[in-house]
């Protein structure tokens, strides 16, 4: 199974701050048809996963443009520009470019 | 607005059966591949089983595989998880989620249902 590792694991912020959490992969997400199927989640504490970002830069709708992907390959990062309090919690990426789905172990993003 | 709604956990014995269901509403539920998804109490997220959009095809976790079964019912836009065999290791909550096959994601999530296998 491809393995996603997530750094850092906790991550502290102020607010206003910008951070990014990276996401590597084990094998390349690039798929043979060009697509690189690589999404990043957010868990807010006592909440189900939402979806952030989704084929590795495109914002899912509603989602504030502070969030940004970016990668390819193996490397893939989430940038937050201007971390508010409601980003607060664990984030996710997760891979469906090879069977089966793997997510990362996740980042805790809190509050410095 | 698109709504996934969990219902069937609780407390079970190991070796002992249990099923989940998923009410979808706010989206065209026999377009949309679906999908399970689990998280074990303070650990990250396991992907568990999907089925396609018509039920024609179903995928699962090799350590599901055999115990577990994935189903739909258009018709009554539900998901189902039958889960037999239950072991200690498949305690967690359940998460029904939206599978976008377009992007091979997880787009909607319900809130969740706890399963608690333990004797």
């Known amino acids: 199974d491809v393995v996603l590792t997530q750094t850092p694991p906790t991550l502290s912020a102020t607010i206003g701050q910008s951070v990014s959490i990276s996401c590597r992969s084990s094998?390349?997400?690039?798929?043979?048809?060009?697509?690189?199927?690589l999404h990043w989640l957010l868990q807010r504490p006592g909440q189900s996963p939402q979806l952030l970002i989704y084929?590795?830069?495109r914002l899912e709708s509603g989602v504030p443009n502070r969030f940004s992907g970016s990668g390819s390959g193996t490397d893939f990062t989430l940038k937050i520009s201007g971390v508010e309090a409601e980003d607060l919690g664990v984030y996710y990426c997760?891979?469906?470019?090879?069977?089966?789905?793997?997510f990362g172990a996740g980042t805790k993003l809190e509050l410095k | 607005e698109v709504q996934l709604v969990e219902s069937g956990g609780g407390l079970v014995q190991p070796g002992r059966s249990m099923k989940l269901s998923c009410a979808a509403s706010?989206?065209?539920?026999?377009?949309?591949?679906m999908a399970w998804v689990r998280q074990a109490p303070t650990k990250g997220l396991e992907w568990v089983a999907t089925?396609?959009?018509?039920?024609?095809?179903?995928y699962y976790r090799d350590s599901v595989k055999g115990r577990f079964t994935i189903s739909r019912d258009n018709a009554k836009s539900t998901l189902y998880l039958q889960m037999n065999s239950l072991r200690s290791e498949d305690t967690a909550t359940y998460y029904c989620?939206?599978?976008?096959?377009?992007?091979?994601?997880?787009?909607?999530w319900g809130q969740g249902v706890m399963v608690t296998v333990s004797s």
């Open positions: 089925i396609s959009y018509d039920g024609s095809s179903t």
């Open positions: 706010g989206f065209t539920f026999s377009n949309y591949g």
């Open positions: 997760v891979q469906g470019t090879h069977a089966p789905y793997t």
């Open positions: 989620t939206r599978n976008t096959i377009t992007v091979r994601g997880f787009d909607y």
């Open positions: 094998q390349s997400l690039l798929h043979s048809n060009g697509n690189t199927y």
């Open positions: 084929l590795v830069s």
